[in-house]
């Protein structure tokens, strides 16, 4: 190291050798530039650059720090960039400033000649510099913070009485030591160190700012502690003026700035909240949780809990603190004590699921995560419990699992086939063995869509379109279809349904029964003996008619009577427009329609043996015609028509 005179200082002061450099403060949430610590650099004699270790001492020593200090904040006042931004300004003050000497009116003045604002200026005092005189060191703060400036404790915790000088003196600021910062990824010690300051810090309400922050993983870690401001290498070497233009399109780019990550995907935290608010939200959270929480140390040992375990517990909260689980459940202990140390381990564990008896004799069922608590550089400090009582929801499922077998139960008695359809409309539950008993298809070839190829054909598609329109607008469904037998003889079937809803109101699925249609087999069955029926009327070569007994509709016409009546008679015609036909007696006189031997049968129930008659025709020609007729009785003797024979004799 250069040996430096009174007289070099002085002479570099005169020959304007010392010049400012400035080092990037960055905000740590966001990786925003928030302003530079000034630190000075001599140029000595023109041809030897000085770092501030080789000069500073001898500068406190010769008596002229102040003058260096103003010459430095001259020319950082002077900087256009910094006077007229909004960037804030650093500077260290010496131990040997704080001693009754006019420097706050001296700064005052030089901010004055350059336009510099002096509620950006920090004034940073390292804890030394208060330990000697600290009297002398409040009347200097007082004089500074009556300008606007604030004040930074500087190398927080490398000194002594800190706590003292923290309560005695207006700090606005709290800088941690990069003596800590630089070991804080690898020594517990350091990182603990770390986060009570910074902790402290916030506290106060204090800003925090983390010296000589190299490497990401520090940024990151300082984030996650509550850091405010980094600085360091990570962000830049100290520059000159004439850099700072290239340094802040550096870091407006991104070039040098990376912002910090919390330390895992999901970390609890909140980087709206200083660490004493997070710890507000977090205990809120803690205390109203339906769920038993607690954190174990490595010992096993209660360190906090939740009134909710306490209560699951049957043991005061308070009698849990410093306390282990073996002692405050002695019986329940050996249980989860493999899980508690494989989380000791750092292997998660969820999902547990247990039964522990109660003093009076009853079982609760309990639900335990037991997850590894990490410090900020991953070491496993703890275990992180979670316990849900299930015991109503396991008392639950197993009514629902009775309740469903019950009904399984139920639909293999049912003759008909129950049938669940999903929102896609495929078969996920049913009444499979009655299914098979109709079809003679397995229960799982009938799952999903399988069930369709025991449908008709011409049956699939319709079956299809209804199901649909029930998953679209959730109008029930009802609707008939023909299924294969296993000796391949064809069943109506009628298959009626509803779906279900969520509680969102959307469709989860058709509840339903399919049963045999009786009525389109009995349906089918009268039309074929309609048919039948017919074509025997069809082939006689006499004249029928059928009339219904209700209003004496006419039912049938055979062709041989629509012949010989010439379609006077047709189906449809009622009782009231017989008045139209013209019958006479074989003498010509006029047989009203009341004595006409269908409506005798219709309405008496008599039997009309052959009857000699004359039927006029609409074209005036005249047919003699035998007409007999008689009754249609039910089995249960009530009257449901009459049939009527017709036959033309020749002229």
């Avoid at 501030?52 to 950082?76: C, M, Q, R, Y």
């Avoid at 402290?200 to 996650?224: D, I």
């Avoid at 073996?326 to 202990?333: D, H, Q, V």
């Avoid at 069922?365 to 992180?384: K, T």
Wanted: aromatic residues 6%; proline residues 6%.
């Amino acid at each position: 190291m250069t040996f430096l005179l009174k007289a070099d200082i002085a002479a570099g002061l005169r020959r304007d050798e010392f010049f400012p450099v400035f080092q990037p403060l960055v905000e740590l949430r966001t990786g925003q530039l928030a302003g530079f610590e000034v630190l000075a650099r001599w140029n000595y004699r023109r041809q030897q650059l000085l770092m501030p270790a080789d000069f500073i001492p001898a500068v406190e020593g010769s008596g002229l720090i102040d003058g260096l200090t103003i010459a430095i904040l001259n020319k950082a006042f002077a900087v256009p960039l910094l006077a007229h931004g909004a960037y804030m300004l650093s500077v260290n003050l010496s131990p040997f400033q704080l001693r009754g000497s006019n420097l706050a009116a001296r700064i005052a003045a030089a901010a004055a000649d350059a336009g510099f604002p002096l509620d950006r200026l920090t004034i940073e005092i390292t804890e030394s510099a208060l330990v000697n005189d600290l009297a002398s060191a409040l009347q200097v703060a007082a004089e500074l913070k009556a300008m606007n400036c604030k004040l930074a404790l500087d190398d927080f915790g490398t000194g002594y009485s800190s706590l003292q000088h923290l309560h005695s003196l207006p700090f606005d600021e709290l800088k941690v030591d990069r003596s800590f910062v630089s070991s804080m990824t690898e020594r517990r010690e350091s990182r603990k160190i770390v986060a009570a300051v910074v902790g402290l810090g916030h506290s106060l309400e204090l800003l925090t700012v983390a010296e000589g922050v190299e490497t990401q993983e520090q940024a990151n870690m300082l984030l996650w502690l509550g850091c405010d401001l980094g600085q360091g290498w990570l962000y830049s070497k100290p520059v000159e003026a004439a850099e700072l233009p290239s340094m802040l399109a550096d870091l407006r780019a991104g070039t040098t700035v990376t912002v910090p990550v919390p330390l895992e995907e999901g970390s609890i935290m909140s980087l709206e909240a200083v660490p004493t608010q997070r710890l507000a939200q977090l205990q809120a959270i803690y205390d109203g949780a339906p769920v038993g929480l607690c954190f174990l140390d490595r010992k096993l040992r209660y360190v906090s809990l939740n009134k909710r375990l306490a209560q699951l517990n049957g043991v005061p909260a308070a009698a849990h603190l410093g306390r282990t689980v073996a002692e405050i459940l002695p019986g329940f202990f050996p249980r989860i004590e493999p899980f508690l140390r494989r989380a000791l381990q750092g292997e998660p564990m969820t999902g547990i699921e247990l039964q522990r008896s109660l003093p009076d004799g009853s079982e609760i069922s309990l639900l335990a995560s037991y997850q590894p608590a990490r410090d900020e550089a991953g070491e496993v400090v703890g275990v992180s419990v979670a316990i849900m009582d299930v015991t109503h929801a396991r008392r639950t499922e197993q009514a629902l699992q009775e309740a469903e077998n019950h009904y399984r139960h139920m639909m293999q008695l049912s003759p008909n086939v129950p049938w669940i359809l999903n929102n896609q409309g495929e078969v996920t539950d049913a009444g499979f063995s009655k299914w098979e008993e109709f079809t003679g298809q397995r229960h799982e070839e009938a799952a999903g869509n399988g069930w369709l190829k025991m449908l008709h054909p011409d049956d699939v598609e319709p079956t299809q379109g209804a199901i649909r329109h029930t998953l679209e607008t959730g109008e029930p469904i009802d609707i008939r279809y023909r299924i294969r037998g296993p000796g391949g003889e064809w069943k109506w079937m009628r298959s009626r349904g509803s779906p279900r809803f969520a509680l969102s109101g959307e469709i989860v699925g058709i509840y339903g029964v399919l049963q045999p249609d009786d009525e389109k087999q009995i349906s089918e069955v009268l039309e074929r003996c309609q048919l039948e029926l017919q074509a025997a009327l069809n082939a006689v070569p006499v004249g029928i008619i059928l009339a219904d007994a209700a209003d004496g509709a006419v039912i049938v016409v055979n062709p041989k009577a629509y012949e010989i009546l010439r379609g006077t008679v047709f189906p449809g015609q009622k009782l009231v427009e017989y008045r139209q036909l013209k019958v006479l007696n074989l003498d010509g006189t006029p047989i009203p329609p009341d004595e006409f031997s269908l409506v005798r049968s219709i309405l008496r129930g008599e039997t009309i043996e052959a009857r000699n008659l004359l039927f006029e025709r609409p074209n005036g020609t005249r047919a003699h015609l035998v007409v007999s007729s008689r009754p249609i009785d039910a089995v249960d003797g009530h009257r449901i028509g009459a049939l009527a024979m017709i036959q033309e004799l020749e002229a």
